[in-house]
């Protein structure tokens, strides 16, 4: 079973410790032994489901999107990068340079391309901008990769 993942970033505390809660009990439903996760280990929920992909035992695939994009992620970030991309059995490119919102979205589109199941961390919201949540989750059902919303009750971005 390959998954996805996609979702908010810059959650607060509160609602992190609930999304992590939400991402470790999904990864557990599936199989370890034939678990692949595809993650574009982003900070936030994309690096945490990669991470507890690989812990769980599943393997993980990275997708970048752009040449440019590690060096757009928060700088604190970039060891938890570093690592789960040593960590990757396989590294997907988009062949984009810049990381925009354009490389972004052509990034999440692989993604769900190589994935059976999209889990979204997803507020049930438009996007803030291009290539945001709700845009890779519209995509994934318009390609027919079922998506499936992880969200805390109550919890707002």
């Not at 393997?59 to 040449?67: G, S």
């Not at 988009?94 to 994935?115: K, P, Y």
């Not at 290539?131 to 994934?140: E, I, M, Q, R």
Request: one cysteine or more; hydrophobic letters at 45%.
């Amino acid at each position: 079973m390959r998954v996805g993942i996609t979702g908010h970033r810059g959650l607060s505390t509160e609602v992190e410790q609930q999304v992590r809660a939400l991402l470790e009990e999904a990864v557990r439903q599936y199989n370890a032994a034939e678990l692949v996760g595809v993650s574009c280990i982003a900070d936030g929920p994309d690096a945490w489901f990669a991470e507890y992909v690989l812990a769980y035992g599943g393997r993980l695939e990275v997708v970048i999107p752009a040449d440019e994009y590690r060096e757009g992620l928060p700088e604190e970030h970039w060891p938890v990068y570093d690592r789960l991309l040593t960590r990757a059995a396989e590294v997907h490119h988009t062949g984009m340079a810049a990381s925009d919102s354009a490389a972004h979205m052509a990034g999440s589109e692989v993604l769900v391309g190589l994935s059976d199941e999209l889990l979204a961390v997803w507020d049930g919201k438009p996007a803030w901008g291009y290539g945001g949540t709700a845009d890779v989750v519209a995509y994934a059902e318009r390609t027919g990769v079922p998506a499936r919303v992880l969200w805390p009750e109550g919890a707002s971005r």
